[in-house]
């Protein structure tokens, strides 16, 4: 087993259902956690060597900069539709990246 991989997909899927929760329940602190863990799962992408390393790491950065701007109107501005908005983004951006890991998996075992 690759304890690499497990770190790496256990960050993009806490990223994921992090981003769910928030949507879920649009608090500041929801929405911190899940720009935080996105961000690590980000610093994750940069290190991985595949396939589709650069689509996923893409897939990462516009969930960034959906979830930090999305942080900003919800705590600043005091938007909480366009928070709600910009959240959505990054959950399918995501949802791209973990359709991605899905397709890496599926051709690496192909190799095997």
Known sequence: MDWGKVVYVFFSLMSLTSIAGFLYENTAISLFI?????????????GVRNLLSAELLASSL????????AFVFLVIVQDDSWAMALAIGALIANLFSMGLVY????KTHEEY
């Open 34 to 46: 899940a720009a935080s863990v996105n961000l690590v799962s980000t610093i994750l992408k940069i």
């Open 62 to 69: 516009v969930a960034d900069l959906h979830l930090i701007p």
């Open 103 to 106: 397709i890496e998996s599926s």
